[in-house]
C-alpha cells in the first residue's frame, strides 16, 4: 500500500499516542492563546496556533490524526493544541469550541459528532475570526470553511459492503455497529451501504442499525446483544474504529468466531490479533495521520490567506503534495485501502 506519507511517521505516531493514552492528557503542547486572528471571509494572518477538536479523546484513531495535525503544525512553526470531550455526545464539543474561540485560536480542526449541534458555536467562532475546517466527520456546509474528506462515502460504503458480502458469500441476516447515532460520517456511509445492498446483494439482509457511541464497552455491549436478538445472524459490519474493535474481542472468545464475520473500519495495530486469531478475514480504513496532517495544512492556508476554501483553490500540504478544494468546500485524501492477514504486518497505528 502507498501511504504517502513516510511509514516511519506512523511509527513516531503510535509512541506519541500510546504515550498520550497512558497520561490519560490531550496534548497541548504550545499554548493555544493569542495572535492576531484574521476573519472568516478571506482576511489573513499569521496566527498559526491550530486546535484540533476529534469526536472524543481516548480513541486510538483521534491519537493518530493528532500526531500528524502536529507534526504539519510543528512544520509550520505554529501552535498545535487538542482538547475533547470524553464522550462523542452531540453537543459535548461546544464548550470546548467557546473556549478555544476566547482564547483567539487560529484555527480549529474538528471531527463532528452531529451535522447541526455544533454550528451555532462554530460560526461564532468564524464571526471572531477563526478559520474552522472539520475532518473526519462534517457539519453542514454552512458551518465551516473546509471538509477534508477521508475517502469518498460511497467507496467507502461500497468496500465494507463488499467486504462482508465475500465473506458471508453473498447471502445471509447482516447487522450494522455503528458509532454515535448523530455522526454524520457514519450515517452518510450506512446510508450509501443500504443502497448498495439492496442493488446488488439482494440475498443479503440488514436486519438492525445499533449504536455503541464510538464507547469500547457500550459497543461490545450492543454486539452481545445483537447476536442474542438475532441467532441468524451471519455478519457484523462496524463502519467504525471503536466499534469494530470491541465487536472482534466479543467474537474472539465467543462461540460465533469463525462463523460470525465481522468486518468495517479499522486500525491495524487495534485489529491485528483479531486478524492473527482468525476472527477477523479483512477490514478497511485509511491513514488517519495523512488526514491530520492535510487538515492541519488546510487550515493554515486559509489562516495565511492562501485560500478562502472555495472550489478550485490550490494548496500545499508539506509530505502530502498539493491538494484542490472540490465541490462544497471538500477537500479529499484518497481512498480506502484492505488490511488482511497478507498485509497488515506491515502497517503499524
Ligand atoms: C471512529 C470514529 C471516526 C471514524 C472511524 C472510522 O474512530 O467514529 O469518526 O472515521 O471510526
Redesign the pocket.
Known amino acids: 500500500m502507498k501511504f504517502a506519507r513516510k511509514r516511519v511517521t506512523a511509527f513516531a505516531a503510535v509512541a506519541v499516542a500510546a504515550a498520550l493514552a497512558l497520561t490519560g492528557c490531550a496534548d497541548t503542547s504550545g499554548s493555544t492563546g493569542g495572535g492576531d486572528a484574521g476573519g472568516s471571509d478571506g482576511g489573513s494572518s499569521d496566527n498559526l496556533s491550530i486546535t484540533f477538536l476529534p469526536?472524543n479523546l481516548g480513541?486510538p484513531?483521534?491519537d493518530t490524526s493528532s500526531t500528524g495535525g502536529k507534526a504539519a503544525v510543528e512544520e509550520l512553526g505554529g501552535t498545535f493544541a487538542e482538547v475533547g470531550p470524553a464522550e462523542a455526545t452531540p453537543d459535548a464539543q461546544v464548550s470546548y469550541i467557546n473556549t478555544a474561540t476566547q482564547q483567539g485560536v487560529g484555527a480549529l480542526v474538528v471531527?463532528a459528532n452531529d451535522p447541526k449541534a455544533i454550528c451555532d458555536a462554530l460560526n461564532e467562532a468564524r464571526d471572531a475570526g477563526v478559520k474552522v475546517v472539520t475532518f473526519?466527520?462534517d457539519t453542514n456546509p454552512e458551518c465551516r470553511d473546509l471538509f477534508i474528506n477521508q475517502a469518498d462515502a460511497a467507496g467507502i460504503a461500497k468496500v465494507q459492503v463488499d467486504l462482508i458480502a465475500e465473506q458471508l458469500g453473498g447471502a445471509g441476516e447482516i447487522a450494522v455497529l455503528s458509532?454515535s447515532a448523530n455522526?454524520t460520517?457514519?450515517n452518510a456511509w450506512i446510508d450509501l451501504m443500504k443502497e448498495y445492498l439492496a442493488s446488488d446483494f439482494p440475498d443479503i439482509t440488514l436486519v438492525e442499525t445499533v449504536y455503541g457511541d464510538?464507547d469500547d464497552q457500550t459497543s461490545f455491549d450492543k454486539t452481545a446483544a445483537l447476536l442474542q436478538t438475532h441467532p441468524e445472524l451471519k455478519g457484523i459490519v462496524s463502519?467504525?474504529?471503536?466499534g469494530i474493535a470491541a465487536a472482534a474481542r466479543y467474537l474472539s472468545t465467543s462461540d460465533y468466531k469463525g462463523t460470525v464475520a465481522i468486518t468495517g473500519?479499522g486500525t491495524p495495530n487495534q485489529m491485528r490479533e483479531y486478524v492473527e486469531d482468525g476472527t477477523v478475514t479483512a477490514f478497511a480504513?485509511w491513514n488517519p495521520e495523512d488526514l491530520g496532517y492535510l487538515s492541519a495544512f488546510a487550515a493554515a492556508a486559509l489562516i495565511s490567506g492562501d485560500i478562502t476554501g472555495a472550489e478550485g483553490d490550490t494548496f500545499d500540504a508539506g509530505d502530502l503534495g498539493e491538494f484542490e478544494v472540490g465541490a462544497d468546500g471538500t477537500v479529499l485524501l484518497g481512498e480506502p485501502f484492505v488490511f488482511d492477514a497478507e498485509n497488515i504486518g506491515e502497517f503499524d497505528f
Do not use: C, E, I, R
Not at 239 to 242: A, I, K, L
Open positions: 469526536k480513541n484513531y483521534f471531527s473526519d466527520s458509532a455522526a460520517n457514519q464510538d463502519p467504525t474504529t471503536v473500519l480504513l
